[in-house]
Nanobody, 115 residues
Framework: QVQLVESGGGLVQPGGSLNLTCEVS????????MWWVRQAPGRGLEWVSK????????YHANFVEGRFTISRDDTKNMVYLQMNNLKPEDTARYYC????????RGQGTQVTVSS
């Protein structure tokens, strides 16, 4: 059974940081590219960052602007998203996903950026 479990979200002030984690099971992580996607209230899913199965190709959406770092540790079945200099517009539910459309994703973790 494929499972993805995100954690690490919370309430943070603008300019703050959060480190999201995603623990996967039920499939061989090393075989897959992985995504972080998000959904803000009233909006659809949008991809945030993606990392190749070997970790040697990384891409971010334009709005990331160098603030986020995606990484993975296949030995631990973990995917990470370090988010720095958070902005109010980053407020959303963040999901770890096995595809860009988020069809295979976890339950998500809420990130709220507010003063």
């Amino acid at each position: 059974q494929v499972q993805l479990v995100e954690s690490g979200g919370g309430l943070v002030q603008p300019g703050g940081s959060l480190n999201l984690t995603c623990e996967v099971s039920g499939f061989s992580l090393s075989d897959y590219w992985m995504w972080w996607v998000r959904q803000a209230p009233g909006r659809g899913l949008e991809w945030v960052s993606k990392i190749s199965n070997r970790g040697n190709h990384i891409y971010h959406a334009n709005f990331v602007e160098g603030r986020f770092t995606i990484s993975r540790d296949d030995t631990k079945n973990m995917v990470y998203l370090q988010m720095n200099n958070l902005k109010p517009e980053d407020t959303a539910r963040y999901y770890c996903a096995r595809d860009e459309q988020g069809r295979i994703r976890g339950q998500g973790t809420q990130v709220t950026v507010s003063s």
